[in-house]
Structure formats: structure tokens, C-alpha cells
């Protein structure tokens, strides 16, 4: 009996050293600096063991001591206080955005700190996955350039790509951006750039930005819905992110809102997207008098907006089909989930006939009625750089997880 106890014992030592070691790292990125006494007082672990595990990040280079700014003496030792913080030099990682015709990109330090940014046009909005591979390589080389750096020198790269991802292992199912469907993307650009390469749906890494330095911030609970070409959601329950058991829940705008209607991009028919969706307004805009097909798709959306507002009757009914379809999708969302928060975000936030004062009161009559308040419903009018930055904060993540699964290998 000794030696499967024995066994035991020593499994569960190395659990806990290895949740000590995630439990700290990430409690000193989030305090931005920190003294060690305090580190033990908001997780709960030995000072002791705070000393060992902080004395291996400072070892191997991933955190930093910094002394106290006032001066204060220690009382117990007579010395300055010391902090500690993330060594920014540690690491660099890469967001990448993939939106409909461009590239945006940013590049931080571990302690994420933004040092450049890029953004490029897409040779075309629908690529084969070599082809958008080969694009996303020359402008991480040219975003890693403008600090004198070479790609090698960056240590993960997060992409956030429309359509439907396994984050797990970097597979997408489909994307409005690909030609070809089930594509090992994150392999594929992994073994093209010779960094380790993370996806995830983009509307996912919106709500990780918003939870880590955006409107999510204090809340455990919250929706983020993005209004592009497509509507995507990101979801935060019990203050972490919510992928489903394939990867493809939270696929808000393939939700069915009409039996065996509109087309929708991904190829089925009846899907929310295909009726509120920038793409669906255009497809419909035609019908307006004086469209042209060929004009730029953005001034396109406000033409057909400005001729709703206007008073033209099919203009108006294009635009209140849209919010009332968005509205119902809003109160579905409501009464499934119940959230604190649900934060609208995207390109099309310029516009505003998806969150105006009608659309969100028709989504409050159609919610289940309490005696408390409805979730509070904000704009947060993400450019694409900052879409880019949540995912690097997600590149952050996982460049977090492989070091300290190397201080394990270490131990062992």
C-alpha cells in the first residue's frame, strides 16, 4: 500500500505546485507590481512556497524585482520594500486580425506592452490557407522589423479568424476568409512562420480583450456581440471564456431566426447573420433606388441607412427587419444566459440602426420579465487594432502556459 500512496502524494504535490506557479504568475500580471507578502495574502499560499515559486520565475527570467517608488523601509529588515512585476523582455508575441479585406497586427512584450503595430491590405478577401499563410509571414516579418527584430525572436502569435475554430488545435471548420473548409491552420502557419501559432474565432478574442483590459474587467459574467461583415459572440461565464464542447458554441449569427430563409454565407439558410449582416443589407440594397453594386461596400451601408432615414419605404423596411431580427436575437441571448453585461462591438458600430433606443427597448419587452434590472447593454467601438490586441492577450496566455510547463520539466 506504500507505494501507491507514496505515489500519490507526490502527483499531488506536483498539482499543486503547478497550480501555485499559474495562480502567481497570473496574480502579478494582474497587479502590474507587487510585494511577496501580499502575493500569499490574495491566493492563499504559504509564504514560503510564494518565496520558492517567485525565486524560480526570477531565475528563469520572468518576473523582475523593482523597488518600492516612496522609499519605504521594510520594518522587518530595514531595507526598501521590493516589487515585483512581469519582465517585459521576457517574451514577445504577436496579435494578428483577420478581418474581411485587411490585416491588422500588434506586437507586446510579456508584460504587454504594445511596441508596434501593422496593417496591410489582403490581396483578396477570400484566400486559399497557403495563400493567407504566406501574407499573415511577410507582415509579421515587417511588424518584428520595425523594432529591429526578426520573426524568430517572437515566442507565440495569436490570430483571431471569423468562422467556426477549435481553438484546442488551431482546426477551423469553415471561415468566410478561406476557400477550402476543415483546415489545420494553426499547423499550417506554425510550420510557415516557425513560431507557435495560436487561433481562435475572433468574436472570442474580443471578449478576452474586454475581459482583460476592456468593459469586461469586473465583471464574471458578460456577452460580447461583434457587428462585422458577420455578427459573432464571445461569451465570459464564471470569469472564464466559453468555447463549447467542438469549439463552436457561441455561434450567435448561424442561431436560426426563419425556417428555410435568406441564404447565409456559411451555406445554410434562415441564420441571424444573413439577415442583419452587413453583406445582407447589401444584398438587399440593390432594391433601393439609385445603389450601385459596384460603389465601395461601406458607403454602399451608409447610403442605404441615410435612405431609410430619408423615408424611403423599402429602405426603411431592409433597415427595421435588421433590428427587429437583431433585437430578437439580443432577448434570446438574455433569457438563455442571463449575463451582467452584453457589450456591442465591431466595424459596423459606426452605424447605429442595430443599437439605437428602438432596438434595444424591443429587446427588453422580449425578455423574461423579473423584478430586477435587465443586463446593461454598452457600445465599445473596437477598431482593428484592438481587436488584434485580444489576440495577443490570448498569445500571452499560451506563451504564459509553455514557460511554465518548461519550469516543470525543469523540476522533474
Known amino acids: 500500500m506504500a507505494g501507491p500512496l507514496l505515489g500519490g502524494v507526490a502527483q499531488m504535490a506536483v498539482m499543486q505546485r503547478e497550480y501555485g506557479r499559474r495562480t502567481l504568475l497570473r496574480e502579478i500580471r494582474k497587479a502590474g507590481r507587487i510585494p511577496r507578502i501580499e502575493l500569499s495574502g490574495l491566493t492563499g499560499i ?3 512556497t510564494v518565496t520558492t515559486i517567485t525565486a524560480e520565475f526570477l531565475s528563469d527570467g520572468l518576473v523582475e524585482e523593482v523597488s518600492r517608488d516612496e ?50 491590405d489582403l490581396s483578396r478577401p477570400v484566400s486559399s490557407p497557403e495563400e493567407l499563410a504566406a501574407e499573415i509571414r511577410q507582415a509579421v516579418s515587417r511588424l518584428a522589423g520595425h523594432i529591429g527584430r526578426e520573426p524568430g525572436d517572437i515566442s507565440g502569435i495569436g490570430i483571431g479568424i471569423a468562422g467556426i475554430v477549435e481553438a484546442n488545435d488551431g482546426f477551423v471548420h469553415w471561415s468566410p476568409s478561406l476557400s477550402a473548409r476543415n483546415v489545420e491552420l494553426g499547423g499550417l502557419l506554425t510550420g510557415m512562420l516557425g ?30 456581440v461583434t457587428i462585422e461583415s458577420g455578427v459573432g459572440l464571445g461569451m465570459v461565464i464564471g470569469g472564464a471564456l466559453y468555447r463549447g464542447t467542438r469549439g463552436c458554441g457561441a455561434e450567435f449569427g448561424h442561431t436560426k431566426v426563419q425556417l428555410n430563409g435568406a441564404l447565409c454565407r456559411c451555406g445554410q439558410r434562415g441564420c441571424l447573420e444573413a439577415y ?137
Open 276 to 412: 442583419v449582416a452587413d453583406y445582407a443589407l447589401l444584398r438587399e440594397a440593390t432594391l433601393v433606388s439609385g445603389q450601385d453594386a459596384h460603389a465601395d461596400p461601406a458607403k454602399r451601408v451608409e447610403n442605404l441607412l441615410d435612405a431609410a432615414r430619408a423615408g424611403d419605404a423599402t429602405a426603411r423596411s431592409i433597415v427595421d427587419r435588421a433590428g427587429q431580427i437583431f433585437a430578437m436575437g439580443l432577448a434570446n441571448l438574455v433569457n438563455i444566459f442571463d449575463p451582467e453585461l452584453i457589450i456591442l462591438a465591431g466595424e459596423q458600430m459606426q452605424f447605429d440602426h442595430l443599437y439605437s433606443d428602438a432596438v434595444i427597448d424591443t429587446m427588453r419587452k422580449s425578455i423574461v420579465q423579473v423584478d430586477k434590472a435587465p443586463p446593461e447593454v454598452v457600445v465599445h467601438k473596437w477598431g482593428d487594432l484592438m481587436w488584434a490586441r485580444g489576440a495577443a492577450a490570448y498569445a500571452l496566455d499560451k506563451v504564459s502556459e509553455m514557460a511554465l510547463e518548461r519550469l516543470d520539466e525543469h523540476a522533474a
Open 71 to 120: 522609499g519605504e523601509p521594510d520594518s522587518r529588515r530595514g531595507r526598501p520594500r521590493v516589487d515585483l512585476k512581469i519582465r517585459g523582455a521576457a517574451h514577445l508575441v504577436v496579435g494578428v486580425k483577420i478581418s474581411h479585406h485587411k490585416l491588422s497586427l500588434v506586437l507586446l512584450d510579456f508584460e504587454g506592452e504594445q511596441l508596434a503595430t501593422e496593417e496591410c
Open 195 to 224: 513560431v507557435p501559432c495560436f487561433i481562435d474565432n475572433d468574436a472570442n478574442l474580443v471578449a478576452v480583450a474586454e475581459h482583460t483590459f476592456g468593459l469586461g474587467r469586473d465583471h464574471s459574467d458578460f456577452l460580447v
Open 46 to 48: 504559504s509564504r514560503a
